[in-house]
Each structure stands twice: as structure tokens, then as C-alpha cells.
Nanobody, 121 residues
Framework: QLVESGGGLVQAGGSLRLSCAAS????????MAWFRQAPGQEREFGAA????????NYADSVKGRFTISRDNAKNTVYLQMNNLKPEDTAVYYC????????????????WGQGTQVTVSS
């Protein structure tokens, strides 16, 4: 089970840190990712991190502004979001995969319920 938290309302240029806590004791063996979905749009890849944290992958739309990290001792993955823009407004989901760190949502087997991020202009 994956549970996201940390969403909210922020002004453009502000920051938020999302957390995704996993109940699975084998969390450290999963690659993790963050996706987002705005109303009427398809789910979009944001960032991914390998099981050990040594590899990260970012979408061009968030590169340089968002940072994905993980703490395997706490079974938690984070998404630090800086310099937020109104177009970042979406429901943010974390996802887990045993073998994949790419951008295709279909290759992630486990998903959280999402947390809303709203950026006002």
C-alpha cells in the first residue's frame, strides 16, 4: 500500500514536498516514481528513482525544479517541488515497480491514491 501526503495550495514560485509512505517491508527492492494527472489530461510522468537511490530520471517539464529522493529506512519516497508553476496543478501519484524506472505508467504495478497540488498564479 502506498499513501501520498504533502499536497496543498501554494502560490506560483513556492515549494512543496510530497511524501509517499509504503507499508510493504520490501520497499527497498522497488523502483519508485511520481506521476501527475490534471483534469481532462492523461497521467504524466514526473520523476523516478531506482531501488537504491543511485539512479534518477526526470521529465523535461520538471527537470531542475523537482527532486526525487527516498529513505529506505523509513519506507518513504519524496518529491521536493520548487519554483512551482500553475501548470504543475494536478493530482500527484506515487507508483512502484520491481524492474522499471521509465515514464510508462502501465509498467508500474502499484499506485497510491493521489494527493492534490494546486498552484495559484
Amino acid at each position: 500500500q502506498l499513501v501520498e501526503s504533502g499536497g496543498g495550495l501554494v502560490q506560483a514560485g513556492g515549494s512543496l514536498r510530497l511524501s509517499c509512505a509504503a507499508s510493504e517491508r520490501t520497499f527497498s527492492s522497488y523502483n519508485m516514481a511520481w506521476f501527475r494527472q490534471a483534469p481532462g489530461q492523461e497521467r504524466e510522468f514526473g520523476a523516478a528513482i531506482s531501488w537504491g537511490g543511485g539512479f534518477t530520471n526526470y521529465a523535461d517539464s520538471v527537470k531542475g525544479r523537482f527532486t526525487i529522493s527516498r529513505d529506505n529506512a523509513k519506507n518513504t519516497v519524496y518529491l521536493q517541488m520548487n519554483n512551482l508553476k500553475p501548470e504543475d496543478t494536478a493530482v500527484y501519484y506515487c507508483a512502484a515497480s520491481t524492474q522499471y524506472t521509465g515514464s510508462r505508467a502501465a509498467l508500474y504495478a502499484y499506485w497510491g491514491q493521489g494527493t492534490q497540488v494546486t498552484v495559484s498564479s
